[in-house]
């Protein structure tokens, strides 16, 4: 590989073929002036089946002004998912898309060959900021499939013994999400109650990893801290959740990602030439891209490519 591409992080599975319960401590990074922790891409490079980003932000309250303002971006290669616990987040992107995401919705966005999108805190808000955003390789059969957003109001919402799922992807607990996916795959929100257990059974051919959200919430007696990401490996046909004063945990997972991807600002690619052509295609603002035109404000220019001294995705 050219080294002026050095920056550009290969993410693959490590096919781990057992339960595992690892730690991957998350990165504090900015995205503009909204704190972000970065959980994935993990240091170790781990997908979590096609998931190959997540970034958590909030809760955090404010009165005025917009936490969330990233200008017109370009993505290609992916799946975005907006998943908020509290708040809004309103997204604009070159298909002419507006749609504005709350607690318990869900925004897909599908890149293919190539798409741009502002996310921002709308101008009426709750004043309220909580969520989380995630990256779905695409498989490389489908990353040329047409761009598309999915709007859902309100992901699926099973109650169980002891707690709540919201199902924003795939299937759990009998709950199936009306996103559409281009590789087996699961993403739920679940709520412990307080003094509660909740026992959850998982696909054993998908690889699972668990981030705390919120309050305290225990897996198997392990408490779960903060800002760690845990993997959980594959093999598992169940998970148990309990929690002394009621808490929330993001899982995610999936069969493990048999393709080697390449990431580079919001890039999911598989070679270098690849990455410096959609960037060169942004900077000369290719149709491919598109233009995000209900943005009012300058889009985002690239980073180039041998400043970048780290991995640096925008959201
Ligand atoms: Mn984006």
Redesign the pocket.
Known sequence: MNKEYVAAEECGSIGGRNPTFESYTSRETQLGSLHITRALPAKEKRLIGPWCFLDRYGPLTFAEGKPMD?AP?P?IGLQ?VSWLLEGEVLHNDSLGFEALVRAGGVNVMTSGAGIS?S?QTPEASSGRLNGVQLWIALPDQYRNAPASLQHIESAPVVEITGGIVHVFAGTLCGAVSPTRHYSEIVGADVQVHPGEAVRIGLTPNYEHAIVALSGDCYEDGHRLEEKILYYLGINRSEICFTSRNGGRVLLIGGPPFPETILMWW?FVARSPEEIAQARADWEQHHSRFGEVRAYMGARLEAPTLNRIARANP??
């Open positions: 990233v971006h993505h975005t999108h996310e919001n925008i959201s």
